[in-house]
């Protein structure tokens, strides 16, 4: 506060990092979701959207996963989301890049200023690569999912949206999430440019894509527990070593002619 007793406006970039984080703590703690809008500001998050509409006209984006419908009695595949994995280290998305590392300050913060150090009891060392996904927009939508249901490491998801003058309404795309624990009501996300989302990435927060009939995109980022992490891919060695050993058995035994 100044003398006048207002409240100073934090000013140098260091303070606002400081004070979003203490919001992402809050929201984590209490509901499990956290929403932050204006996150990189017009400018930077216009030169995100640039970059991902670049690639998009490139084709760089898999044809998304097969969402087969039953239109009257014919399927009718449609496509659903389109996606690309990229570390945003080259040269031609310097900008997502950017995004990338202010997500990683502000979890990498948050996760130091919780208490004991810890941001909802996770460590975390580590996170994927972005995933750029974008929904063509002709009804494609995404079924209602939990994005880490049998303990992978993957505690925090955080997605940024990049879509410009978006009518819920006219354009759907709603992100619906279930939160365990709140009942029957639903946290309803409009994936609005240059806002970023959190939120727990296992059972507590299965959810959906409602069809979308516009182009929408989104840049997806997973952060990973330590010790979450570690044990899952303890549990994929050990997994790979027995099939190793089971398909040696099945060798030896048909070359030894054993039945
Ligand atoms: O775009 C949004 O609002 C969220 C969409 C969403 O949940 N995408 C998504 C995409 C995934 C792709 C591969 C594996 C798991 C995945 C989990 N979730
Ligand atoms: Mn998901």
Request: hydrophobic fraction near 35%; charge should be neutral.
């Amino acid at each position: 506060r100044d003398e006048e007793g207002i409240i100073e406006e934090p000013c140098g970039e260091q303070e606002v990092i400081d004070e979003m984080c203490r919001i992402v703590i809050r929201d984590m703690d209490q509901f499990g979701v956290c929403v932050v809008d204006n996150f990189l500001g017009y400018k930077r998050g216009m030169s995100v959207l640039q970059e991902v509409t670049g690639m998009y006209t490139k084709g760089v984006f898999k044809d998304g996963q097969l969402v087969s419908k039953k239109v009257k009695n014919d399927l009718k595949t449609i496509r659903g989301d389109q996606i690309t994995w990229i570390d945003g280290k080259d040269e031609s998305c310097k900008n997502i890049g950017l995004l990338i590392s202010q997500v990683d300050a502000i979890i990498l913060r948050a996760n130091k200023m919780a208490n004991n150090g810890k941001i909802g009891n996770y460590t975390i060392n580590g996170r994927t690569k972005a995933m750029v996904a974008c929904y063509p927009g002709h009804g494609t939508h995404y079924v209602k999912h939990v994005d880490n249901p049998n303990k992978d490491g993957r505690c925090i998801t955080a997605i940024y949206y990049l879509n410009r003058d978006w009518n819920i309404q006219q354009n759907g795309g709603l992100l619906r999430i279930f939160p365990e624990g709140w009942q029957d009501k639903v946290a309803d996300i409009e994936p609005f440019f240059d806002r970023i989302l959190f939120f727990w990435s296992d059972r507590r927060n299965p959810h959906e894509v409602q069809p979308a009939f516009k182009t929408r995109y989104a840049i997806t980022l997973w952060y990973f527990d330590a010790s979450e992490r570690q044990e899952a891919c303890r549990r994929h060695k050990t997994e790979m070593e027995a099939q190793a050993s089971e398909s040696n058995n099945i060798v030896n035994k048909t070359s030894s002619g054993e039945s």
